[in-house]
């Protein structure tokens, strides 16, 4: 059984940053992959950035490249998503989710993680 869960999230002005976090614990296995998601309403789950294990290979949406930037600790048993020069589109629930001998073709589709976190709010003010 793994448990993640999500923190950071809050309320920011266009141009800021936040650091999300996520925490697993449990049994995460020898090949995985950690990405964060994000879904605004009426929106599907949106991919965002995504570490695979133990090729520690990293994936970004090429849309948000530059701005968002995913890392690891493994010491904490955690991700980071640090989000810089938000922007009101950026307003969304994010989630951190777990997939299992994750594969290329598949990293980027959130119907194959197997495990989420609660998600966390983040608004962007204008």
């Known amino acids: 059984q793994v448990h993640l869960a999500e923190s950071g999230g809050g309320l920011v002005q266009t141009g800021g940053s936040l650091r999300l976090s996520c925490t697993v614990s449990?049994?995460?296995?020898?090949?995985?992959?950690m990405a964060w998601f994000r879904q605004a309403p009426g929106n599907k789950r949106e991919f965002v950035s995504a570490?695979?294990?133990?090729?520690?290979?990293?994936y970004h949406a090429d849309s948000l490249k530059g701005r968002f930037t995913m890392s690891r600790d493994n010491a904490k048993n955690t991700v980071y998503l640090q989000m810089n020069s938000l922007k009101p589109e950026d307003t969304a629930v994010y989630y951190c989710?777990?997939?299992?001998?994750?594969?290329?073709?598949?990293?980027?589709?959130?119907?194959?993680?197997?495990?989420w976190g609660q998600g966390t709010q983040v608004t962007v003010s204008s």
């Open positions: 989710g777990r997939l299992l001998n994750p594969i290329v073709s598949t990293i980027r589709y959130w119907e194959r993680y197997q495990d």
């Open positions: 449990g049994r995460t296995g020898n090949s995985y992959a």
């Open positions: 570490i695979a294990w133990p090729t520690i290979q990293t």
